[in-house]
């Protein structure tokens, strides 16, 4: 599976974003799909994620409320909606793909994307 992850720019706290992660490959349905940030001189940390089945795991308080992970399995691309940025979103927003392991660590995760950038400014 390749992953192609786009859709970050520069925007406006209070702003809105959608990422996108386009996947090669028709297993991409089978697999669990995460998005992971990293801000510079930061760990890469899980924002969130969603199962095969389309059961989501968004459960880290910096996105609750304000991300939603969705996925359209005959696109092979799943989805990062950003809503309410503020300037410490901004980071390089990755997406991974998983068949099995715990989704909120990165090490789990077999794809990588090339990750896009998410600017926002105050």
């Known amino acids: 599976v390749q992953l192609q992850a786009f859709g970050g720019g520069l925007v406006q706290a209070g702003g809105s974003l959608r990422l996108s992660c386009t996947a090669s490959?028709?297993?991409?349905?089978?697999?669990?799909v995460g998005w992971f940030r990293q801000a510079p001189g930061k760990e890469r940390e899980f924002v969130a994620g969603i199962r095969w089945s389309g059961e989501s795991t968004n459960d880290v308080d910096s996105a609750k409320g304000r991300f939603t992970i969705s996925r359209d399995n005959a696109k092979n691309t799943a989805y990062l909606q950003l809503n309410s940025l503020k300037p410490e979103d901004t980071a390089v927003y990755y997406c991974?793909?998983?068949?099995?392991?715990?989704?909120?660590?990165?090490?789990?995760?077999?794809?990588w994307g090339q990750g896009t950038h998410v600017t926002v400014s105050s």
């Open positions: 991974a793909a998983q068949l099995l392991g715990n989704p909120v660590i990165p090490g789990s995760y077999t794809y």
């Open positions: 490959g028709r297993a991409f349905r089978s697999y669990s």
